[in-house]
């Protein structure tokens, strides 16, 4: 929020969100939203304010409130994986310690986006990923709610280094032993405080991982079934079956028959 005041009213939310000039807010499952300076005025449709080639959207006079967004797309494999883990709406006020870190980069993002010198559209897609991950640091710097979560974990050294092991090479035939020896763990050890961490045990999330991944290779690649099962260690298409329909409650036919085609 650039300037002026004004509410978020987040579908599924009792209550509004009051916003301040400085606020910045990141909104992670993409719900249904209204941005209003009163709530109690008929929205207008978002397609309809957007739907030209000003440079500034424009309701009114516009003078209550000034305020800069953007989309971000994610990975559709891994993009759950994150999103599970962070509440519909990340607010970060004004007068938070994280503040003047966003503040610095959304004038920077503003300019960027404004100007017209070579490189002003990577300058600003990356000043809007570094204001995405200030918000998520913002996030788990004041959520004490609970220890568990993919982001606490990989803030966590042993257990991040498992992560990234697991997500490096999803195709191996990771074992507890292996995982445990490779952070210099105990197995116990190692099992308890991946749990404490993630929410799961290691091979649970490493079954997770894979199946996501297979999925993305089913559905967007449209590889065979016998190939993605062989790949991620499946002796049989029936195993792979099951372990599919545990992680996603359909089979991987079914996954990717009902999978629009694209351009419908």
């Known amino acids: 929020m650039l300037s002026g005041r004004a509410w978020l009213a987040i579908e599924g939310r009792d209550e509004a969100i009051e916003l301040k000039a400085g606020?910045?807010?990141?909104?992670?499952?993409?719900?249904?939203?209204?941005?209003?300076?009163?709530?109690?005025?008929?929205?207008?449709?978002?397609a309809d304010v957007f739907g030209t080639d000003a440079p500034i959207a424009t309701i009114g006079d516009g003078a209550d409130f000034h305020v800069v967004g953007g989309k971000m797309v994610l990975d559709p494999t891994s993009s759950a994986i994150l999103t599970d883990t962070l509440p519909d709406c990340i607010l970060l006020p004004n007068t938070s310690p994280g503040a003047t870190s966003m503040r610095w980069l959304l004038e920077r993002f503003v300019a960027e986006a404004d100007g017209v010198e070579a490189g002003n559209g990577a300058s600003a897609a990356n000043l809007m990923h570094l204001m995405f991950i200030e918000l998520i640091r913002a996030h788990l710097s004041r959520s004490g709610e609970s220890s568990e979560g993919w982001l606490y974990a990989l803030s966590d050294p042993k257990v991040g280094k498992a992560?990234?092991?697991?997500?490096?090479?999803?195709?191996?035939?990771?074992?507890?032993?292996?995982?445990?020896?490779?952070?210099?763990?105990?197995?116990?050890?190692?099992?308890?405080?991946?749990?404490?961490?993630?929410?799961?045990?290691p091979l649970e999330y490493l079954l997770r991982w894979r199946m996501r991944l297979?999925?993305?290779?089913?559905?967007?690649?449209?590889?065979?079934?016998?190939?993605?099962?062989?790949?991620?260690?499946?002796?049989?298409?029936?195993a792979f079956g099951n372990a599919f329909k545990r992680v996603f409650g359909e089979s991987p036919r079914r996954s990717v028959t009902a999978r629009p085609t694209p351009g419908r």
């Open 214 to 238: 297979a999925r993305r290779d089913l559905q967007k690649l449209r590889q065979p079934i016998a190939e993605v099962s062989r790949r991620y260690g499946y002796g049989s298409e029936s």
């Open 163 to 201: 992560l990234r092991l697991m997500h490096a090479a999803p195709t191996h035939h990771w074992t507890l032993p292996e995982l445990a020896d490779s952070i210099a763990m105990s197995r116990s050890s190692f099992a308890q405080h991946f749990r404490s961490r993630v929410g799961m045990p």
């Open 23 to 46: 606020d910045c807010f990141l909104l992670a499952r993409g719900l249904p939203f209204t941005l209003a300076t009163d709530l109690a005025i008929s929205p207008v449709d978002a």
